[in-house]
């Protein structure tokens, strides 16, 4: 299974992994970019001393990186990876998700399962009470990295501009889920981690990870008036799969 050791090798691997998703029109590719995204906003910061501890911080990444690698390599192989990424992965196939829902699936999952993982993994135990402003750091490049996606999409699809203006209950809808509900939970289920031992720590992780995988319906079906909206500005979204990859490459 490949896997990276530097946060180098996850930036080269998930450029590998948007190309091929380019080449097979896949819409797994819209996350893989927002990924790639983050993580050099990620290598920047460690590079300009933006982390309290520079070497802790390319660890985490790397290894929170390489639980959506290794879900996203399962599950082209036929292989069974973690419930949630599964159930993002084949949402993958539904024509009737906006570019946002499939940046929501994967975060779903990534942020809301992995991150946790990841960080109870690099600091186990007591270690974890400092990390807490590094980890805060991460969430806030993600934050400020998907702001700029709605905004970014809003410019290039004017329709989406024009019906979040007018419907600020699936504006918000979009920045709660994404934001504040996925930053908490995450440090929560870290510090829910970190003092376990082996046998303790999977149980949690695979009790948490079924729960994730249901949260995928508030962003798949999250009710008639934003399920309404979002088919809508779905019919005006232009161009095929590997257009709007490429779109996003350059506007992010």
């Given amino acids: 299974m490949i896997q990276a050791a530097t946060i180098d090798e996850v930036i080269h691997i998930l450029n590998q992994i948007i190309a091929d998703t380019k080449k097979e029109a896949?819409?797994?590719?819209?996350?893989?970019?927002?990924y790639c995204k983050v993580t050099e906003k990620v290598k920047e910061g460690i590079h300009n001393?933006?982390?309290?501890?520079?070497?802790?911080?390319?660890?985490l990444d790397v290894v929170f990186?390489?639980?959506y690698i290794k879900?996203?390599?399962?599950?082209?192989?036929?292989?069974?990876?973690?419930?949630?990424?599964?159930?993002?992965?084949?949402?993958?196939?539904?024509?009737w998700l906006i570019v946002l829902q499939h940046l929501l699936l994967g975060m779903n999952a990534h942020i809301n399962l992995d991150l946790g993982i990841a960080a109870a993994e690099v600091c186990p135990g007591n270690e974890i009470?400092?990390?807490?402003?590094?980890?805060?750091k991460i969430n806030q490049i993600l934050a400020s990295l998907v702001s700029n996606v709605e905004k970014a999409l809003s410019d290039v699809w004017p329709t989406l501009k024009w019906i979040l203006s007018k419907t600020k209950d699936v504006d918000?809808?979009?920045?709660?889920?994404?934001?504040?509900?996925?930053?908490?939970?995450?440090?929560?289920?870290?510090?829910?981690?970190?003092?376990?031992?082996?046998s303790d720590f999977e149980k949690t992780v695979q009790a948490r990870d079924q729960r994730i995988a249901e949260i995928t319906k508030l962003i798949t079906d999250p009710g008639f008036v934003p399920s309404t909206i979002f088919k809508i500005i779905r019919l005006f979204e232009r161009?095929?799969?590997?257009?709007?990859?490429?779109?996003?490459?350059?506007?992010?």
């Fill in 26 to 34: 896949s819409p797994l590719g819209y996350f893989a970019v927002l």
């Fill in 49 to 59: 001393g933006v982390f309290e501890n520079g070497p802790r911080m390319e660890q």
């Fill in 65 to 67: 990186a390489n639980r």
């Fill in 71 to 95: 879900a996203y390599y399962e599950y082209k192989e036929n292989h069974k990876p973690s419930a949630c990424w599964e159930v993002a992965f084949k949402e993958g196939d539904n024509f």
């Fill in 129 to 136: 009470h400092g990390l807490k402003n590094d980890f805060n």
């Fill in 172 to 198: 918000t809808f979009l920045v709660d889920f994404s934001m504040q509900t996925a930053r908490d939970g995450a440090w929560e289920f870290a510090l829910e981690l970190a003092p376990m031992n082996t």
């Fill in 239 to 252: 161009g095929s799969v590997d257009k709007k990859i490429a779109v996003l490459q350059n506007v992010i």
